[in-house]
């Protein structure tokens, strides 16, 4: 989870270009691989959450037997019924901590293999580390439908300011204004490809509040305080900040202390 809400927090950020998130997404998707596969590591986490839960005076493996103790089908139904496998504690958990992995990984990989489908020309073209090999004459072709109709571009002068901007890239780390200026084409195709993607994970954030905010107690509330309760839970992190007792004592010296809420 804490590489989800890191990972979050990158795709949110508003100085993220489409290239620098598809490596996000696929370093985020490897990581998750390797925990999926890592049986010591899940242990681990399980031993944790034992050992946390003993603090509180609980015995994590009783509850467990409690709430999934061994059911046998009737004999009339299975002779060998006592052959059935009992699941331990820890296959339990193991079995429901790789299926949310699981979930997440598919979802994830569909989602990166969507976006790479997208800008594939273009991600084939800059895909680090860059070379002369990268460039192909219909992967060029395929690039230049990024580009607004009216930029009429000849593909050979396409490669060869590319060509130019490869071999300037293995040799300084970054570009100069003069050399942009000199490749116009290559430029324009580098700017595409750094463009701001578009991000909802702010709005669905908020729509995932709402379940909490509006339940039975709060159905009177008016819009408005709805709307301002939301917004203190979206932005909890800055809300945390506030210093509670700076502001009463602001407000505790003020004349006119009937204000609007």
Not at 39 to 63: C, H, R
Request: aromatic share 6%.
């Amino acid at each position: 989870m804490y590489k989800m809400k890191l990972l979050t927090e990158c795709l949110e950020s508003t100085e993220l270009n489409i290239a620098d998130a598809i490596i996000f997404m696929s370093s985020t998707l490897e990581s998750l691989n390797i925990i999926n596969s890592d049986i010591d590591g899940m242990d681990n986490l399980i031993n944790s959450s034992i050992a946390f839960l003993k603090s509180f005076d609980v015995d994590a493996e009783k509850e467990f037997l409690v709430r999934h103790r061994r059911r046998l089908v009737p004999k009339r139904l299975d002779n060998n019924r006592d052959n059935a496998d009992n699941i331990s504690f820890k296959t339990f958990y193991r079995k429901e901590y790789k299926s949310v992995l699981d979930e997440l990984t598919s979802l994830m990989k569909n989602n990166l293999e969507s976006c790479i489908g997208t800008i594939k020309p273009l991600y084939n073209m800059f895909n680090p580390p860059v070379s002369r090999n990268n460039l192909s004459e219909t992967g060029i072709q395929d690039a230049m439908s990024f580009l607004p109709k009216q930029f009429v571009v000849d593909p050979l002068h396409l490669q060869v300011e590319l060509e130019v901007l490869y071999d300037q890239c293995k040799e300084v780390e970054t570009v100069s204004e003069q050399t942009k200026k000199m490749l116009p084409i290559a430029n324009r195709m580098c700017r595409l490809l750094c463009t701001a993607p578009v991000t909802v994970a702010g709005n669905e954030r908020s729509f995932s509040k709402l379940k909490l905010i509006k339940n039975y107690l709060r159905t009177t509330q008016s819009d408005s305080r709805l709307s301002d309760l939301l917004l203190l839970s979206s932005e909890k992190d800055i809300v945390d900040d506030i210093k509670l007792d700076l502001i009463a004592k602001q407000w505790s010296i003020l004349k006119k202390r009937r204000i609007c809420i």
